[in-house]
C-alpha cells in the first residue's frame, strides 16, 4: 500500500518552456501532497505544502508564480516550473501523506528529473 | 531553527557487520520520527518509523529513540553490500504535517 507516483520520470526542455510534473497516490486519499527538489549531493529541500483544494503554502525563497502548484483532487497534485531555466534543473520528487494514516507518514513518489537547456 | 544533524559519512563497514546510523534535532516538541533510504538517482524509501523512547526493530533494522537527549539512530544487522545507500532521517513535530531532513549518511558496505 501506499504507493505515489509521478509522471514524467524525465524529461528535458529548453529554456523558456514550461513543464508539468504529475503526482498520484494509487491506493489512498492523499490529505496533504509534498514537493520537494533535490540538487545533486545535497539532501531534499521542501518547495511548497499543498492540501485538496486550497492554495499551496510555499517555503521562503520559493517562487510561487514560477512553480506552480494545484492539488485539484486527493489523488492528483500538478507542479508546473514556469519558464523553466538552466538552474531549474533538479530532481524534483513529490510526497503524499493523508490524515489518520501512521503519525501522517510521508511516501514519496519514484521523482522526476529535469534538464533544462 | 529547526535543526536535524547526521554525519555526512561516508561510514563504511564490511559484509556482516552492524551498521550504526545516527542522527540529533534540535526541536524538543518533535514527535515522529523517520529513517528513509535513498538510493543513487532514487527517491527516498521509508524504512522505519519511531514515536516512543526505546527500540523498534523490523528484520534487520532497529530503529532507537532518546527524546531526552534528542537522539535517534539506526542499526542495520548482517549489513549486505545493497543496503549501501545515503540514509535521511527526518523529524516531523505535532500538529505539523512537515518533515524536517537531515543531510544523510553515506553507507558504503564492503563485499
Known amino acids: 500500500g501506499a504507493v505515489v507516483s509521478q509522471h514524467p520520470s524525465r524529461v528535458i526542455c529548453k529554456s523558456g518552456t514550461s513543464v508539468k510534473i504529475e503526482c498520484r497516490s494509487l491506493d489512498f486519499q492523499a490529505t496533504t501532497m509534498f514537493w520537494y527538489r533535490q540538487f545533486p549531493k545535497q539532501s531534499l529541500m521542501l518547495m511548497a505544502t499543498s492540501n485538496e483544494g486550497s492554495k499551496a503554502t510555499y517555503e521562503q525563497g520559493v517562487e510561487k508564480d514560477k512553480f506552480l502548484i494545484n492539488h485539484a483532487s486527493l489523488t492528483l497534485s500538478t507542479l508546473t516550473v514556469t519558464s523553466a531555466h538552466p538552474e531549474d534543473s533538479s530532481f524534483y520528487i513529490c510526497s503524499a501523506s493523508w490524515d489518520g494514516g501512521h503519525q501522517e507518514t510521508q511516501y514519496f513518489g519514484p521523482g522526476t528529473r529535469l534538464l533544462v537547456l | 531553527q529547526k535543526e536535524v544533524e547526521q554525519n555526512s559519512g561516508p561510514l563504511s563497514v564490511p559484509e556482516g557487520a552492524i551498521a550504526s546510523l545516527n542522527c540529533t534535532y534540535s526541536?524538543?516538541?518533535?514527535?515522529?520520527f523517520f529513517w528513509y533510504r535513498q538510493y543513487s538517482g532514487k527517491s527516498p524509501e521509508l524504512i522505519m518509523s519511531?514515536?516512543?523512547?526505546g527500540d523498534k526493530e523490523d528484520g534487520r533494522f532497529t530503529a532507537q529513540l532518546n527524546k531526552a537527549s534528542q537522539y535517534v539512530s539506526l542499526l542495520i544487522r548482517d549489513s549486505q553490500p545493497s543496503d549501501s545507500a545515503t540514509y535521511l532521517c527526518?523529524?516531523?513535530?505535532?500538529?505539523?504535517?512537515?518533515?524536517?531532513f537531515g543531510k544523510g549518511t553515506k553507507l558504503s558496505v564492503i563485499p
Open positions: 527526518a523529524v516531523k513535530r505535532a500538529g505539523s504535517y512537515q518533515l524536517t
Open positions: 519511531i514515536y516512543s523512547n
Open positions: 526541536d524538543r516538541v518533535s514527535q515522529s
